[in-house]
């Protein structure tokens, strides 16, 4: 009988000793994170920084992370990273993947929600008071031409899952604005006819925002974005466009007889844009223009009274006749964008 309980508990002794061996190897396990930046489904002065899958890795990205061994709707938590604010992964080159120290290791069978924006510490973005549950972002488009990209991510530490790299699908929060010019494409206009574009702004519209990435009421586990568009301005300039000096402007035709002009330089020729909403005490949102059969004499045109959201691009196109202005607007979802990157945190 006395062997039979030796035996019971040397069997139960290494048992424990098994079970141990795995927690610790789990705890071991460095939290690896893939990104990808995708087109916001629900719902860029003249050259911007858009953030595609060969220049992801240009700037550093912020990430908050919080755990606890209830469940994922419990608020309270540990801090995944050994400071409260948004810890910065960096691109090594020459490793091929992001890094940051020190490394954290996954606490297995936790519940973790992770936030995270790119890129961090861009000029034109100002991270305010936040965590893994509500990240506070201003943002002003004559401070910079970052583009904003957000992401969220809910995770259980099972041996399973933390195999596998936990998939950020960063999303815009900003809105793109473009604009193309061309005549109309009417009978009174000659199929030859053209002019040059030399000077092109906006006003009327808030050039700074702040942004709360938080979750929907009830739970902690849908991501919500408001944005507040602030010091709404009419006296400003935004995304003044100018011809170099000693160029003739950007040359534009008739509609039908070549592609309308696009007015910005670089990439995709767009602009971001905090979104904003349009309110009726609100004055209107004017295109101004100069070319160069105008003389000095600018031309105007009022932009239609719509509602600029995050991860829409808003295409305007201005048809010129000699003697009025047309518009038209296309809106568009972000095209999606694959990056793929693993990052070992």
């Not at 048809?319 to 809106?331: A, C, Q, R």
Request: aromatic share 12%; charged share 20%.
């Amino acid at each position: 009988m006395r062997i039979r309980q030796i035996f019971l508990v040397l069997a139960a002794v290494l048992a424990y000793i098994s079970c141990s061996k795995k927690e610790q190897e789990g705890n071991l396990n460095p939290i690896n994170l893939s990104s990808q930046v995708k087109s916001l489904k629900s719902g860029a002065g003249a050259n911007v920084d858009k953030t595609t899958n060969d220049n992801i890795t240009d700037a550093p990205m912020g990430v908050f992370g919080i755990y606890n061994n209830i469940s994922f709707e419990t608020q309270k938590g540990s801090n995944v990273f050994p400071t409260s604010e948004a810890q910065m992964v960096s691109y090594d080159s020459a490793q091929s993947k992001w890094v940051y120290s020190p490394v954290q290791n996954w606490q297995i069978n936790r519940f973790y929600r992770f936030r995270a924006f790119h890129p961090y510490g861009g000029a034109a973005i100002n991270l305010q008071s936040s965590d893994a549950d509500d990240m506070i972002i201003g943002y002003s488009v004559a401070a910079g031409s970052e583009d904003l990209l957000v992401a969220f991510k809910e995770v259980e530490a099972t041996i399973e899952a933390i195999r596998q790299p936990v998939n950020f699908d960063f999303v815009h929060a900003l809105s793109g604005l473009k604009f193309e010019i061309a005549f109309k494409n009417i009978a009174d206009i000659e199929d030859d006819y053209s002019d040059y574009l030399e000077n092109f702004y906006l006003t009327g519209l808030a050039g700074t925002g702040t942004l709360h990435y938080t979750h929907e009421e009830g739970t902690l586990l849908t991501p919500k974005m408001i944005w507040y568009a602030l010091s709404y301005d009419t006296d400003s300039k935004f995304y003044e466009w100018s011809a170099d000096n000693g160029s003739s402007g950007k040359q534009f035709y008739k509609a039908g007889q070549k592609s309308p002009t696009m007015v910005f330089d670089g990439n995709d020729n767009m602009v971001y844009a905090v979104p904003q909403t349009r309110k009726a005490n609100l004055q209107p949102t004017v295109v101004y223009f100069k070319t160069q059969a105008g003389g000095n004499s600018y031309q105007s045109v009022t932009l239609p009274d719509v509602d600029w959201k995050p991860g829409k691009i808003y295409v305007y196109s201005l048809l010129v006749n000699k003697s009025d202005i047309d518009i038209v607007l296309t809106i568009k979802d972000w095209s999606e964008l694959q990056s793929n990157v693993n990052i070992y945190l």
